[in-house]
């Protein structure tokens, strides 16, 4: 959530941006002259995680194709995306980035969404609507964007629990 007002602040219409999640512990001991630049000047939670803004991914390669080119080092704890996307009213469908929206005859809204992924599997996401732009007003739960977070997971070797077809008995 910290990373989605983060987003927020910077306001709309902005580029894809991905990060990578590292222990603040970890950091500070790597980099110690972050801790007064941060403002940190007490021990850090051992489960707190900083975002490091990566560098931009291609804009002429699929988000998909993008992702599936990312291999993250031990080091990192976890990634997160943050990226705008106009989607039909009514559906799960997107339009494409730079697709116009009037060449569609449905309704559009414009969300930007904040996914994260953990290498212990764990996942949430955040997703804020431009039409009710407040803080209050933003959703979020660890299966809002699966296919996004499932992306992400595979960035971090994280393994996908198999959907379990119906009628199919539980393992275990």
């Known amino acids: 959530m910290d990373l989605e007002r983060h987003a927020a602040e910077q306001g709309w219409d902005r580029p894809l941006g991905l990060y990578a999640l590292v222990p603040t512990s970890d950091l500070l001991k790597a980099e110690p002259a972050l801790a007064e630049l941060l403002g940190i000047d007490s021990p850090m939670d051992p489960d707190e995680l900083t975002p490091v803004e990566q560098e931009h991914l291609p804009d002429d390669v699929p988000l998909e194709e993008a992702l599936g080119r990312i291999m993250?080092?031990?080091?990192?704890?976890?990634?997160?995306?943050?990226?705008?996307?106009?989607?039909?009213?009514?559906?799960?469908?997107?339009?494409?980035?730079?697709?116009?929206?009037?060449?569609?005859?449905?309704?559009?809204?414009e969300i930007r969404m904040v996914a994260g992924v953990l290498r212990d599997g764990s996942r949430h996401c955040a997703m804020r609507m431009r039409s009710h732009d407040s803080e209050s007003e933003v959703l979020n739960g660890a299966d809002l964007v699966p296919a996004l977070t499932s992306a992400l997971a595979l960035t971090l070797d994280v393994e996908e629990e198999p959907e379990r077809g119906e009628g199919e008995p539980e393992q275990g």
């Not at 996307?85 to 980035?97: F, I, M």
């Open 72 to 109: 993250w080092p031990e080091g990192v704890a976890g990634c997160a995306l943050v990226m705008e996307r106009l989607v039909v009213k009514g559906s799960d469908e997107t339009l494409t980035p730079g697709e116009d929206p009037s060449s569609s005859e449905k309704e559009t809204e």
